[in-house]
């Protein structure tokens, strides 16, 4: 049982856990316009593809009851600067777009009725969209359970669990399912510089769940993956292209090229949502960049010297042909390919 919830309506707001603050202090803040979600969304509070998705949907849905009293003119116009200013808030992630274009479509649909009718049918579909995604979420975990020996060590990489969804997790939520199912899992958690999410989020939550973890420095995966048993790698992703590659938190294409050097399944666990068939490889995938402080300190702490020249890209692309498996709400995609992908989304 979650102790936790990354997200969550309460008096006509959103509640949002701040993880910038985890592990050390488990606090939320009530977010009531969409100008705020969107800052919450950039400042990383919020994190991880399907929780954006899903607090992107909030934002519009507390955005439309803030302007239920306008005139429909003023509630129309307003929203629409919702959707771009959500839309912008992060670049890679397209569970984003995914979530706003659910939310368009219900806006469309409630077009003929009034202000307060329309901002109640917008509430309705956010919580069908978080609702969705941790059905989502514990089918996905089934399925990738099902891949793990009885007794296991996974190594993971950033954090892909309850904490970047609506709840259960991608990544973690198939180690989730794993350990309710009755095996005994260890997990090997990276620390995942340089914003620690898997030091400060995936250790965590790990540990909440009585699920045994040991944390580990980014630079120490290859050796200990040449050194111990260690029978999976599993990720999450933020986008997935139409031919399989995939784009993840910075240092998971060095992870599945280790994976690939020492004979170790290496598998992305994603809903279809974060599928986007019209990116045709990795190579259009847009790369978020984010201050160079992230870099040269942590906190109020510095190491780097002053003035140095400082790179941060967030994300890398693992090209398809070093994915074990896809594991999706509809199964598991062995070696993804273009002719994989496309089945995988439209022959069901």
Known sequence: MLTFHTLRWIDESLELLDQRLLPVHCEYSRFHSAEAVAGAIRELIVRGAPAIGCAAAYGIAVEARRLREQSAAQFAAGLQQAFDLLGASRPTAVNLRWALDRMRSQLAGSAATDNSACADALLAAAHDIADEDVRINRTMGTHGAALLPDVCCVMTHCNAGALAT??????????????????????????TRPFLQGAR?????????????????????????????????????????????????????????????????????????????????????????????????YGSLRWAPAGIRIANPVFDVTPAELVTALVTERGVLNSPSPSGIHELLYSR
């Open 201 to 297: 989020l995936t250790a965590w939550e790990l540990q909440q769940d009585g699920i045994p973890v040991t944390l580990i420095a980014d630079s120490a995966a290859g050796y200990l993956m040449g050194r111990r048993n260690i029978d999976a790698v599993i990720v999450g992703a933020d986008r997935v292209a139409a031919n399989g590659d995939v784009a993840n938190k910075i240092g998971t294409y060095m992870m599945a090229v280790l994976a690939r050097r020492h004979g170790i399944p290496f598998y992305v666990a994603c809903p279809l949502s974060t599928i986007d068939i019209d990116t045709p490889d990795g190579s259009a995938i847009p790369i978020e960049e984010r201050d160079a402080g992230e870099v040269a300190g």
């Open 166 to 191: 609506a709840g259960h997790g991608t990544a973690l939520g198939i180690i989730r399912s794993a350990a309710s199912a009755g095996k005994k899992v260890e997990v090997i958690a990276n620390e």
